[in-house]
């Protein structure tokens, strides 16, 4: 079957198999960003915005996202650079690899809540693993990132 999707604002056709996951065919794209992690849905290494919302791409089937918009970390690049430089502010630098399922999450949230309680922040970001960084500095530069682009 041909999928047609839009990515980070590119109209993209490409046949798949009816049992193909988002991350299998965003990877085949071009969109290497989008990283498989737990394979499971249980870590957020491979989450991507549809309609910007959050979703694990490794456990949504591609035919899903027929006709969507997808954001990928390549499609928001200036203000994942933003994001990051409040996060090594914070000494909440991460190894990288889990950084554009984290971000895109990040980037979600300021959407849906101007506002949110720290526990607000950390219910929304349960599901985006760290193994490299202690959650209180991500907290901090979250806060910080978020009251910034306020201005």
Known sequence: MIL???????????SISPDEYLLDVLRK????????????????????????????????????????KITTIEGCQ?????FAEFMAAEGAEQCGYCAPGFTLTVLALM?????????????YLNGNLCRCSGYISQLRAIKNFMEAEKR
């Open 78 to 82: 200036e203000e994942a650079k933003r």
């Open 4 to 14: 047609t999707l839009n990515v980070n604002g590119r109209k993209r056709e490409i």
């Open 111 to 123: 959407k849906e809540n101007e506002n949110p309680t720290d526990e607000e922040i950390l219910h």
């Open 29 to 68: 794209l071009g969109y290497l960003s989008v990283k498989r992690g737990c394979d499971t849905g249980s870590c957020g290494l491979c989450t991507v915005l549809v309609e910007e919302k959050p979703v694990l791409s490794c456990s949504t089937l591609a035919v899903r996202a027929q006709g969507k």
